[in-house]
C-alpha cells in the first residue's frame, strides 16, 4: 500500500480507536465479578412519578378517610388509534386505568379490583376444587386442611370509572424562524440560527357509574396542550487551505404520556371532590393552567376554605376536627413547594353553579 494510502485509512481508524476509548471499555468476556461485559451509564435515581396534582389528590385523603365509598375501575381505552409511522406500536399509553388507579389511591378512595381478576378467578377455581391449603397450612391428601368458600367475602364497588383518551391532534400550530447570514465573499464566515415551536394536544373523557343501578352520576371530558421546541445554529468557514462547519442543536418535547397522567389526575381529583362533596377551594389553589376564564372568575368569587368548610351532618364534629387538622398540615406541606409547581386551583361542592351533570368547561 502506498503512502498515501496509509495515510488515507489512518485517520479514521484513529478516529474510532479515540472514539472507542471515550465511550468506555467493552470486553467480549463477561466480568467474572459483575457478570457485565460493561458499566451502564447513567445514575439518575428512580424518583415518584407526580403531576402538578398529586399533592392536591393526598390532601383529599382527609375526606376519603371520613366516609368509604369502594370504587373500581374498568377500561379506559385509547380511542385515538393513533400509531408510529414505523408501525412500531401506538402513540399513546394504553396504561390509562393504571394511572387513573394510582391517582385514586393517592387520594385514598378504597379501591376493589375488577381490571384483572384472572389471578383471583384462578384462586377461586382452586378453592372451590379444594386444592388450596388452608391459610398457613400445608394440606395433605383427605386431611380436610383446605380453604374454605364463604359467602360474601367479596366486598363489592359502589361506583366504578371507565371511559377513554378520546383525542391526539399533533401540530395544532406551529411557527419557526431561520436566518443566514455572514461575509459575501466565497471564503468568508457563514452562520446559520433557527427556531421552531410546535403544539399538540390530548384529550380524555371519564364517567363515573353507580353500580347498583348503572346511572352515570358524574362526566369530565379535559384536554392538555402540549408543547416542543427546537432550537439549532452553525457556523462555517474557511481557514486558508481548510474549512470547518460546526453545528448544535437542542429538541424538547413535553412527555405525552405524563400529560395523558396529568389530564386524569384532574378528572379524578374533581370527580373526588363532587363524591365526597368537599367545601369550595379544599386542597387547592386558583391557578391552575387548566381552568378557562369562566373557572379561575367563579373560583376567586368564591369564599376560602377556612370560612366554607362544613362537612355533612351524618360526620361527627371529632372526626371534622381531626380532618381539619390533617388539611392544615397539608396546605402547610402543598405551600411549602408552590413556587416549583403548578397546582390544582379549585374543587366543587354540592351548591356550585357547575354541580350538576354535564361537561366541564368554562363560560
Known amino acids: 500500500m502506498s503512502a ?9 481508524i484513529a478516529i474510532a480507536l479515540t472514539a472507542a476509548s471515550l465511550g468506555g471499555c467493552i470486553s467480549p468476556t463477561a466480568d467474572r465479578d459483575t457478570g457485565r461485559y460493561t458499566a451502564p451509564i447513567g445514575d439518575a435515581p428512580v424518583i415518584s412519578n407526580e403531576t402538578p396534582y398529586s399533592t392536591a389528590l ?7 378517610a371520613m366516609r368509604p365509598v369502594h370504587v373500581a375501575v374498568g377500561q379506559i381505552a385509547d380511542y385515538t388509534g393513533k400509531v408510529e409511522s414505523d408501525n412500531g406500536g401506538r402513540k399513546l ?7 387513573a388507579m394510582s391517582a385514586l389511591a393517592k387520594s385514598g378512595v378504597p379501591l376493589v379490583e375488577r381490571f384483572d381478576t ?7 377455581k382452586y378453592a372451590n376444587n379444594k386444592l388450596i391449603a388452608a391459610d398457613g397450612l400445608r394440606g395433605s391428601v383427605g386431611s380436610g386442611d383446605y380453604r374454605k368458600i364463604y359467602a360474601g367475602s367479596i366486598p363489592g364497588s359502589d361506583y366504578y370509572l371507565v371511559g377513554g383518551i378520546t383525542e391526539l391532534n399533533f401540530n395544532i400550530r406551529s411557527m419557526g424562524v431561520n436566518g443566514t447570514g455572514g461575509e459575501v465573499s466565497t471564503a468568508g464566515i457563514k452562520a446559520t440560527a433557527g427556531v421552531n415551536l410546535y403544539v399538540m394536544n390530548v384529550g380524555l373523557d371519564l364517567r363515573l357509574v353507580d353500580t347498583n ?5 358524574d362526566v369530565i371530558s379535559y384536554q ?4 416542543g421546541r427546537q432550537l439549532s445554529a452553525g457556523v462555517f468557514d474557511f481557514l486558508g487551505q481548510h474549512f470547518f462547519d460546526a453545528s448544535v442543536g437542542e429538541s424538547a418535547l413535553e412527555p405525552i404520556q405524563l400529560a395523558v397522567r396529568t389530564v386524569i389526575e384532574r378528572a379524578v381529583l374533581e370527580m373526588v371532590a363532587r363524591l365526597y362533596r368537599t367545601p369550595a377551594n379544599a386542597c387547592s389553589v386558583q391557578n391552575d393552567l387548566l381552568a378557562g376564564p369562566g373557572d379561575r372568575a367563579r373560583a376567586m368569587a368564591q369564599p376560602s376554605a377556612a370560612a366554607s368548610a362544613q362537612t355533612p351532618s351524618a ?3 371529632a372526626t371534622a376536627a381531626g380532618a381539619a387538622t390533617k388539611l392544615s398540615s397539608n396546605a402547610l406541606e402543598e405551600n411549602k ?13 354540592a351548591d356550585d353553579p357547575d354541580g350538576g351533570l354535564g361537561l366541564r368547561g368554562g363560560h
Open 4 to 12: 498515501r494510502g496509509r495515510r488515507f485509512f489512518a485517520k479514521p
Open 58 to 64: 393526598r390532601c383529599m385523603t382527609a375526606y376519603t
Open 93 to 99: 399509553t394504553q396504561g390509562a386505568a393504571l394511572m
Open 118 to 124: 384472572s389471578v383471583a378467578e384462578m384462586e377461586l
Open 213 to 217: 343501578t348503572l346511572q352515570v352520576v
Open 224 to 227: 392538555k396542550q402540549i408543547i
Open 315 to 317: 360526620i361527627s364534629n
Open 337 to 349: 413547594h408552590a413556587s416549583s409547581r403548578t397546582r390544582a386551583y379549585r374543587v366543587y361542592r
